[in-house]
Each structure stands twice: as structure tokens, then as C-alpha cells.
């Protein structure tokens, strides 16, 4: 079945460093890719979604390109603040379907 | 806007209880989904919803009902909590379903079993 995996589980940055969070995804065709961040005591808010390849998303400073050859949608931000500090989930929309796929998470720490 | 209410937000049960979580929604949006997120799991799918009165199982539907009986309302019961569990359970809706559309998710249940 379709699914997607976040390399990394934990991101510890200082304020004003780039972040990099991996993303990559298995499944067919062109399926839908999602970034949502998690705070504390909340649901995921939607950040952005790309839904073609070659496709740039972004928002608030957050931006990831849909790569088809690299079934990757990597998430990055060139200078992170410690407003930043959440949970990054990547996601999925199946092809033709109604699923959506999370990613298991990674946890970003932004140190003042 | 609109906006997805979850109650109860903390949820503690005893081994082999039955217990409902309930989930409103003022979108009017046609899908509703209940997810389960535990730590270092990320967020799986038990069941979701695509109209009124349809139910369609997810990745982590055992041990698990759920029930849509009207377009705003989507509730999930655990048929048989298992001791020392802990997992927040996050309800989510969509406009129309098609899985390119964003999910708008509530704050959660906090579900302990002791």
C-alpha cells in the first residue's frame, strides 16, 4: 500500500538556522503531498500541498517541491524562529481515493 | 470559518469499558475521518465517513465502531479499552473527500485507560 516516511524523528536548530525535514512517499501515480504542523494541545493545521510534479507549495516561510524521480517532498525554511517549535507531519492523498496518509512525525525544537 | 469540537478532551476509562468519543462539525463539509495518533506513530486512519450514514473502515478499524447519523456529527467508540493505553484520538473533516483536499482536525480526546 501507499505510505510515507519522515527521516527524521527529532530537529534541534538554533534561531535563524535552515531547516531540512525529509520527506519521502511510495505509491502510484500522482497522489496529493501534504505538509501539517502540529502545537501543543491542538489538531494539525494544513500548511500547504502540491499536487503535480515539479509543483513548489509553500507558506509562511515553509516551501517543498513535489519530485516525482525522487518520490520526495522535502520540507525546509531558510531561517527557522523559535515560533517554528511543533510537529511537522508529511502526508498523502491516494490516488482516486478518499485516504489520507500521515508520515509519523518530527519533532522540531527551535533554541532561542 | 468553522471549527471542530471534540468532546470529552480527556477521556479516562477502565479495562474493557466501552467508550464514545463524539465530533462536531460546522463546516458542512460531507467527509469525516477519526484518526489515532501515539507517539512516534504519526497520525492512522480507523474509520472515515463520505456522507451520512456511510461508514468506511481505515488501517486501524479492530476494537473500534463509529457512527454518523447526521452530516455535522461523527462519533467513534473503543468497544473494549485495553489497560494502560494512551493515545489522543483527533477527528478531522473535508469538503467533499477527494484525498487532494485539506483536513481541518479538532484538538483532539486525550483517551487513558487505567
Known amino acids: 500500500g501507499d505510505s510515507v516516511t519522515q527521516t527524521e524523528g527529532q530537529v534541534a536548530l538554533s534561531e535563524e538556522d535552515f531547516l531540512t525535514i525529509h520527506c519521502n512517499y511510495s505509491a502510484s501515480g500522482y497522489p496529493a503531498l501534504f505538509w501539517y504542523v502540529q502545537y501543543p494541545g491542538e489538531g494539525p493545521q494544513f500548511l500547504f500541498r502540491a499536487s503535480r510534479d515539479k509543483e513548489k507549495g509553500s507558506s509562511r516561510g515553509f516551501e517543498a517541491t513535489y519530485d516525482k524521480g525522487t518520490t520526495s517532498f522535502h520540507l525546509r525554511k531558510a531561517s527557522v524562529q523559535e515560533s517554528d517549535s511543533a510537529v511537522y507531519y508529511c502526508?498523502?492523498?491516494?490516488?482516486?481515493?478518499?485516504?489520507?496518509?500521515f508520515g509519523k512525525g518530527t519533532h522540531l525544537h527551535v533554541l532561542p | 470559518g468553522g471549527i471542530i469540537t471534540q468532546t470529552p478532551k480527556f477521556l479516562i476509562g477502565q479495562e474493557g469499558q466501552k467508550l464514545t468519543l463524539k465530533c462536531q462539525q460546522n463546516?458542512?463539509?460531507?467527509?469525516m475521518y477519526w484518526y489515532r495518533q501515539d507517539s512516534g506513530k504519526g497520525l492512522r486512519l480507523i474509520y472515515y465517513?463520505?456522507?451520512?450514514?456511510?461508514?468506511q473502515k481505515g488501517d486501524l478499524s479492530e476494537g473500534y465502531d463509529a457512527s454518523r447519523e447526521k452530516k455535522s456529527s461523527f462519533s467513534l467508540t473503543v468497544t473494549s479499552a485495553q489497560k494502560n493505553e494512551m493515545a489522543v484520538f483527533l477527528c478531522?473533516?473535508?469538503?467533499?473527500?477527494?484525498?487532494?483536499?485539506?483536513?481541518?482536525f479538532g484538538s483532539g480526546t486525550r483517551l487513558t485507560v487505567l
Open positions: 502526508a498523502l492523498g491516494e490516488t482516486n481515493a478518499y485516504k489520507v496518509i
Open positions: 465517513s463520505i456522507t451520512e450514514n456511510d461508514l
Open positions: 478531522a473533516s473535508s469538503l467533499s473527500g477527494g484525498s487532494a483536499e485539506t483536513l481541518y
Open positions: 463546516f458542512n463539509h460531507d467527509t
